[in-house]
């Protein structure tokens, strides 16, 4: 069954990069362009690094998909190795909290990041399980060598063939490329995020908020809830 369009914006970077439907038939090509998955990120470039680092997980989702459906926790290890890296938690985590960001504190400010990459990661792990490759295509993006900002197209075939436009704005950091928001049929990522634990730290503080992330995370690590 697919994502409502709510959890596939709040699945946020890896559910967007991959999700399409559910799994097909066992031939189908572990990676988007059927050639052999790349056995490290290729980090040259900012299409580059989405599209291999997306064909790592895909082939290793495709070896142990049985597996993962039982336990996922393989799968939460893949992810965390492979694509979170290429993520900046920090920076998105800052964004999503806007004007909370500054009057938190040092300490609220690193229990938030850390809760909020790991609420990330079990997400995430929850999402791709039965994702395949076939469907996403990821466009080539030209930067420059002093160029510090891009844009990745990429683009998702649902299971009803409709196509879905994904745009991941990247940045340098420290001259690594990382992703930081994913803009899926123009809804922003960090802007839902941002509305939503917004109104939430509002309501009932922004301790209230990071508690929350983290027994999220505390129940999905242990497989007795989901991440959100």
């Known amino acids: 069954m697919m994502l ?3 959890r596939f914006v709040q699945a946020g970077y890896i559910a967007a990069l991959l999700a399409g439907g559910t799994a097909l038939a066992a031939n189908t090509a572990a990676t988007t362009n059927g050639k052999p998955a790349p056995t490290t990120v290729d980090t040259s470039g900012p299409s ?10 895909l082939a290793d989702i495709d070896k142990n998909r049985d597996a993962y459906r039982k336990d996922p926790t393989g799968l939460y290890k893949t992810v965390g190795e492979t694509l979170l890296p290429n993520f900046d938690t920090a920076y998105a985590a800052q964004l999503v ?3 909370h960001w500054r009057n938190a504190s040092a300490d609220q400010r690193k229990r938030f990041v850390d809760a909020f990459y790991n609420s990330l990661l079990y997400t995430y792990g929850d999402a791709m399980v039965d994702f395949t490759a076939n469907r996403l295509k990821v466009f ?4 420059g060598d002093a160029d510090a900002r891009a844009t990745v197209r990429s683009e998702i075939t649902r299971s009803n063939g409709t196509k879905v436009a994904v745009n991941y704005s990247m940045r340098k950091v420290e001259g690594a490329w990382k992703a930081w928001d994913v803009v899926i049929d123009g809804i922003s990522y960090v802007k839902s995020y941002r509305e939503d634990y917004g109104a939430e730290v509002q309501q009932n503080g922004l301790d209230a908020v990071i508690s929350r992330l983290e027994a999220k995370a505390a129940a ?9």
Do not use: D, W, Y
């Open 4 to 6: 409502s369009m709510k």
């Open 48 to 57: 580059q690094l989405i599209e291999s680092s997306a064909n790592i997980l």
């Open 97 to 99: 909290l806007g004007p």
């Open 140 to 143: 080539p993006t030209k930067v």
């Open 220 to 228: 999905a690590k242990s497989g007795k809830g989901k991440a959100s």
